[in-house]
């Protein structure tokens, strides 16, 4: 017993914002001069573009608690509407797109989260799915969203912010990361805010969170309308910054599913939660292949790896769901916990 | 699960409070005069107009009647018991009372204006708060912020304002935490003020609920079992805390009980509902006393079995 109070006093050595804060420091100032181009185009640019993928699902599902399997189709959403704002729209700033991107995939997820009002759980996510095949069919169905050209795919435009070019690898990292941390920064302020307490509210207790008076129904648009909005804009990252093409094709169900894992992996209803989810799907397969290569020499082949890595990634997620519900962080935090006291005792 | 969500999902959909004596009549005129020739069979109330008058409250469950013909009208001020045996009702009334059901017949009279349906998404507005009898706390907040969550019907600044963290939004947040900081030391609990409410024992919970409901300081509490699964010590702490939030915000308090001795001590009228019908409604004295509620709650039952069963009643 005693060593309880103990354990919470010695908990908050740092204030909050020195972890993120370092973390940042080591992102824009270490990471660059280190990293190889494989780091960043294999590694880093999808993170990030999934972290934040995976913050914006878990704003909705996560804090809201409303199931949604339509990620893909925001992200395509978003990446579509930036490329047509950037090519239709003279000087236009490509910022400006991504803005006017994320407002569209907003506008889109308040449309598909119209259910949500009616429709609760398993039926609620059947209904997104409404969103995912919607969006692929009519991106692949009007060829004027993908400007005509033959094939369906497209090359994203350059990037550059406020006149300053970002091209290579690392500049596109610098792209990515800087929009990530923004948004995520925003995200985080929101989950603490009212309004965040308000979609707690909405996910533990509906029908209190009516009586007491808190709006459930502008509550729930309003989840799905910023989680769309960073969603929208994962997706331009996605598309711009790490295949630097744009096709319906990349943003089908698996990668609605795979945003999903990422949130559950990582821990619902944390924003630091997607980070670690997203990482481990980067990660992972790689890993996994590495790993088999090594053990397995020339049978390990992309089959055998693909079929392999959704075996031990569905074990895992099984996995989780049963010992560590709420996922990596609380994982990691429990970890850290131990660590300290160790520490501390010696 | 899925039953319970479409059928919230349904009420959402159905029209809120299409008033049915829709004028809005004040309350100076509801107390005396029934004007429209209602053979409705409320006590004519010397002195204050009721704050809660129900007028012939039905509702029904498919073929299942959960309440006929009730009508009770409710003090300011007053501390208002409704029990009766499981099965009686008692919770349906609450949720009537409270909008979560709509009544098939009559309506709902508060501070003299009537509704076919209590508007739930505006209750809070109309200085009606109530607690569940399944917890129904935010396990995902701690303490502090589900009592604080007792004030979002207030909170104007929108949801830019407070992550820039500008306009009203910071004044909001000040002002609500420290109301729900005053309602935590008045009831006791600044000491888990920073906890998870999931993580609290039952007791506390049950606590944690009446708090947040009070924090609206609202004119009518409603408590839908408040005591149940209490120990015999945090039942008649939970009634202190009920009669000092009266005293000390003059609200007006409607509870459901099963406990007959707390409710006995507490209330100043019963309430006694047997199959969907009231009655008794009286002083605790009378109640005690009258034969049907004696019937209704032990059971019609010769002198031998109704000892035995208070005998093994005592024994838990």
Sequence with gaps: ?346 | MALSGSALGLMEASVYAPEVFARGLPASLLSGEQAEGRAVSVEPVAGPAPLLSLQGIGLSFGGVVALADIDLSVNPGEIRAIIGPNGAGKSSLINVISGVYRPDRGHIGLHGIGYAQVPTQRLARLGVARTFQNLALFKGLSVLDNVAAGLAYKVRSNFAGQVLGIGRSREERRDSLNRADQILDFLDLAAVRDRLAGTLPYGLQKRVELARALVAEPRLLLLDEPMAGMTANEKSEMAAFVRAARDRFATTVVLIEHDVGVVMGLSDRIAVLDYGRKIADATPDEVRNDPRVIDAYLGVASDNEALSRNEGRAGI
């Excluded at chain 1, 009616?118 to 095949?133: D, E, I, K, M």
């Design chain 1, 1 to 346: 017993m005693a060593a309880i109070p103990a354990e919470f006093s010695s908990a908050p050595v740092l204030p909050k914002w020195v972890v993120p804060v370092l973390l940042l420091a080591f992102a824009y100032g270490v990471v660059p001069l280190i990293g190889s181009s494989y780091l960043f185009e294999a590694i880093l640019l999808p993170f990030l573009a999934l972290s934040l993928a995976g913050v914006g699902l878990n704003i909705l599902t996560g804090y809201a608690g409303q199931v949604s399997l339509g990620s893909a189709a925001f992200m395509a959403a978003g990446a579509f509407a930036a490329y047509n704002f950037n090519l239709r729209v003279e000087g236009l700033p490509l910022i400006g797109s991504i803005f006017l991107a994320g407002i569209v995939a907003a506008a889109i997820g308040i449309v598909f989260g119209l259910p949500s009002l009616r429709l609760r759980g398993f039926y609620l996510a059947v209904s997104t799915l409404a969103a995912q095949f919607f969006v692929q069919w009519a991106l692949t169905k009007f060829s004027w969203f993908s400007n005509d050209s033959a094939s369906g795919v497209i090359d994203a435009p350059r990037l550059s912010i406020s006149g300053f070019a970002l091209d290579g690898a690392v500049g596109r990292y610098f792209f990515a990361l800087t929009i990530v941390a923004v948004l995520t920064f925003l995200a985080h302020r929101l989950v603490s805010s009212q309004t965040g307490r308000n979609l707690i509210a909405v996910r533990d207790n509906e029908t209190a969170a009516r009586i007491i008076g808190i709006p459930v129904l502008k509550t729930k648009l309003l989840a799905f309308a910023i989680s769309s909005f960073i969603i929208g804009v994962a997706g331009v990252i996605w598309a711009f910054a790490y295949l630097r093409t744009v096709e319906p094709a990349g943003f089908n169900l698996d990668r609605s599913f795979q945003i999903l894992f990422i949130i559950i992996i990582g821990g619902l209803a944390s924003i630091r939660g997607a980070f670690f989810g997203a990482a481990l799907i980067v990660v992972f397969p790689l890993a996994l292949s590495r790993l088999g290569g090594f053990l397995l020499g020339d049978v390990f082949d992309s089959g055998v790896l693909d079929m392999s890595q959704r075996i031990v990634l569905g074990a895992l997620i099984i996995l989780f769901l049963i010992l560590e519900p709420d996922g990596l962080v609380a994982l990691w935090d429990r970890i850290r916990r131990r660590l300290l006291l160790a520490w501390q005792t010696t």
